[in-house]
């Protein structure tokens, strides 16, 4: 089982980036899967999930509106469309695998988003 993500990167405060979790070694399609991030010094935060078949989306208040999270199951990959970036969304942002409600089971390595001028 591997999550690997890509994406992030250096950009300007109401900039855009899409980051991306490449999913492998599982059923893709059965797994809620979720993007949570951790800000400089700070502990982890769940932004995001999606049910295995997309029909359905979750977001933390304060990402609602500027933020898409999608997947393409034909392609195992899950998506974060981050849009009209603010400073306080530098993070490391991790894709994570659901295995309940309340836990996740499978992290990814993570992907830097730096919202910087």
């Known amino acids: 089982v591997q999550l690997v993500e890509s994406g992030g990167g250096l950009v300007q405060p109401g900039g855009s980036l899409r980051l991306s979790c490449a999913a492998s070694?599982?059923?893709?399609?059965?797994?809620?899967m979720s993007w949570v991030r951790q800000a400089p010094g700070k502990g982890l935060e769940w932004v995001s999930d999606i049910k295995g078949d997309g029909s359905t989306t979750f977001y933390v208040d304060s990402v609602k509106g500027r933020f898409t999270i999608s997947r393409d199951n034909a392609k195992n990959t899950l998506y974060l469309q981050i849009d009209s970036l603010k400073h306080e969304d530098t993070s490391l942002y991790y894709c994570a695998r659901r295995g309940s409600m309340w836990t996740f089971d499978t992290w990814g390595q993570g992907t830097q988003v730096t919202v910087s001028s």
């Open positions: 070694g599982f059923t893709f399609t059965s797994y809620y």
